[in-house]
């Protein structure tokens, strides 16, 4: 069938670096960006999301950055494992109303892979 | 573990065939979605739902339709199937609206021959 869309960029790192997953995204109006990981074969899992009025974020080893004057949105993975390979794709959500309201789309992901 | 389901797995048809995607979840969540996924490549919102009677289309042009007569029950439609329907098609649940995270399916891989 016609493939939609883009091809992934990757990410490649040694166990136990910090890795850095950047994403830009589109709209100004929405109230959540949120993290998204999936591994081979599964639907896409919640990590960790931050409101639009925040510009920081952590959860246990992840921490998330949002800049909202390039719109730009990073995940932070410390101590990266090899369990952490998959593919990580961010995510807006609009909470607030209007045509729009309950809309949650997925931004480009990354592939990320984990070396021993 | 989510309790979201999609029937069936894995579809084979021919073209022209009527089909219908079932999704259903028994988490009670109001909001639920329609995704379609090359492997390898980006999640495109096609269909969502805000809650009963409620479906709006996404950003990906589709030739699918959906229903929502129910709380738990969200199916996709295709009408006639062509060979470019080929993909994975994933469905979510969301619970209300200070609540972000949503729960996959494990999809539905439709080719269509």
């Known amino acids: 069938g016609e493939s939609v869309g883009l091809h992934l960029p990757t990410l490649s790192v040694q166990e136990g670096d910090n890795s850095i997953i950047n994403c830009a995204y589109s709209?100004?109006?929405?109230?959540?960006f949120i993290w998204y990981k999936q591994e081979s074969g599964k639907g896409p899992q919640f990590i960790i999301d931050?409101?639009?009025?925040?510009d920081k974020r952590q959860g246990q080893r992840v921490t998330v950055l949002l800049n909202k004057t390039v719109k730009h949105l990073s995940l932070q993975i410390a101590a990266t494992q090899p369990g952490d390979s998959a593919v990580y794709f961010c995510?807006?959500?609009?909470?607030?109303?209007?045509?729009?309201?309950?809309?949650?789309?997925f931004g480009q992901g990354t592939i990320l892979t984990v070396h021993p | 573990e989510a309790d979201i389901y999609q029937t069936p797995r894995y579809l084979v048809i021919g073209t022209g065939k009527k089909i219908t995607l079932e999704c259903s979840q028994t988490?009670?969540?109001?909001?639920m979605y329609w995704y379609q996924q090359d492997p390898g490549m980006e999640l495109h919102l096609i269909h969502y739902s805000y809650g009963v009677n409620s479906t709006e289309k996404g950003d990906l042009s589709s030739e699918s339709t959906v229903s929502r007569i129910r709380t738990e029950h969200f199916p996709l439609t295709l009408e006639s199937a062509r060979p470019s329907h080929t993909s994975q098609y994933l469905c979510?649940?969301?619970?209300?609206?200070?609540?972000?995270?949503?729960?996959f399916g494990q999809g539905t891989r439709l080719t269509v021959v």
């Open positions: 709209n100004s109006a929405s109230d959540y």
């Open positions: 931050i409101r639009s009025n925040m």
């Open positions: 979510a649940s969301r619970k209300d609206r200070g609540d972000t995270e949503a729960f």
């Open positions: 988490m009670g969540h109001d909001k």
């Open positions: 995510a807006e959500l609009n909470n607030a109303g209007g045509t729009s309201y309950g809309k949650l789309t």
